[in-house]
């Protein structure tokens, strides 16, 4: 028998087109690596009001370089990420706390569909994310019906604290927990560092096992 699983922390947003990049690539690696991996919905906003952090958006340069720099590493990560047109909208006025709060409650009812469903959020399909996961139009209806109960609100707001109890001023944040130590890395350019601290083999961003499921 072999050693036991490390834990792996996802803390994310869909929000973020950073969390979708390293969400990707540390679901190619789960299988790989010996590790488990706890996929944790997370409300960037209020990461940021603990913080006392700002979105890159704001500064007008910060904005440009994140546009190049996403789109570049969709490029290089082999994720079909798009900025939508109207991302400054989606940043400053829609927000995300009614997609996490949906993401909660699907990680409450409905784990095995967690990721599935992130995935297709970030796609931006959001009329058809939860029947494309494999869950049915009447069930989403049910479950989006229920994103405001205390339980739902609680549970994201529980999220959100831990991930800033570990430190987070921004998503994504990777928390992996290794015998005695915890490492909490920001990001979704520290896999290399993470493989490390795991003792695993970096294959880089697509690796064989990935490419063949694909």
Known sequence: MGPLPRTLELFYDVLSPYSWLAFEVLCRYKNIW????????????????DSGNQPPALLPRKALYVKNDVRLLGQYLQV??????????????????????????????????????????????????????????????????????????????????????????GLPVTVAHLDDETYMLFGSDRMELLAHLLGEKWMGPVPPAATARL
């Open 80 to 169: 079909p990420i798009h900025l939508p047109k109207d991302f400054f909208f989606v940043i400053f006025e829609k927000g995300s706390l009614t997609a996490m709060r949906f993401l909660t409650i699907v990680k409450l009812e409905h784990p095995e569909l967690l990721e599935k469903v992130s995935r297709e959020l970030w796609m931006r399909v959001w009329s058809r994310a939860a029947e494309k996961a494999g869950m049915s139009t009447g069930r989403a209806r049910e479950l989006l019906e229920r994103v405001s109960t205390p339980q739902v609100k609680n549970q994201l707001k529980e999220t959100t604290d831990a991930a800033c109890k570990y430190g987070a001023f």
């Open 34 to 49: 010996n590790v488990s991996l706890q996929l944790r919905p997370t409300l960037i906003a209020g990461i940021m009001k």
